[in-house]
């Protein structure tokens, strides 16, 4: 099992940025596949990027638009989301995933193939 924390949130003018932490417990952090979702009040829960184990493939929301960077440490075992132009309608819990997988190259975006969750760290985007 691998338990995640989020960290990094807060309350940002439109236009700012934020760095997003998630730490996972456990030394075989390595061996998960990674992901961000986030919720929106009102909303449902969306995919926000993914990476792999090892870190070389990632894959993110058409929202995205090349605005946010998703990048592992698998020596500190923490995933990072680094979130830059933020939006007002960006505003919502961001979430960390995990999926235990043996494929190196693995990213996933399903929602339900992720097994672990964190409890959320909230974004606040003023306009």
């Known amino acids: 099992q691998v338990q995640l924390v989020e960290s990094g949130g807060g309350l940002v003018q439109a236009g700012g940025s934020l760095r997003l932490s998630c730490a996972a417990s456990?030394?075989?952090?390595?061996?998960?596949?990674m992901g961000w979702f986030r919720q929106a009040p009102g909303k449902e829960r969306e995919f926000v990027g993914a990476i792999s184990r090892s870190g070389d493939s990632t894959y993110y929301a058409d929202f995205v638009k090349g605005r946010f960077t998703i990048s592992r440490d698998n020596a500190k075992n923490t995933m990072f989301l680094q979130v830059n132009s933020l939006k007002p309608e960006e505003t919502a819990v961001y979430y960390c995933?995990?999926?235990?997988?043996?494929?190196?190259?693995?990213?996933?975006?399903?929602?339900?193939?992720?097994?672990?969750w964190g409890q959320g760290t909230q974004v606040t985007v003023n306009s």
């Open positions: 995933a995990a999926r235990f997988t043996i494929g190196l190259g693995y990213v996933t975006t399903r929602e339900d193939e992720f097994n672990y």
């Open positions: 456990g030394r075989t952090f390595s061996r998960y596949a």
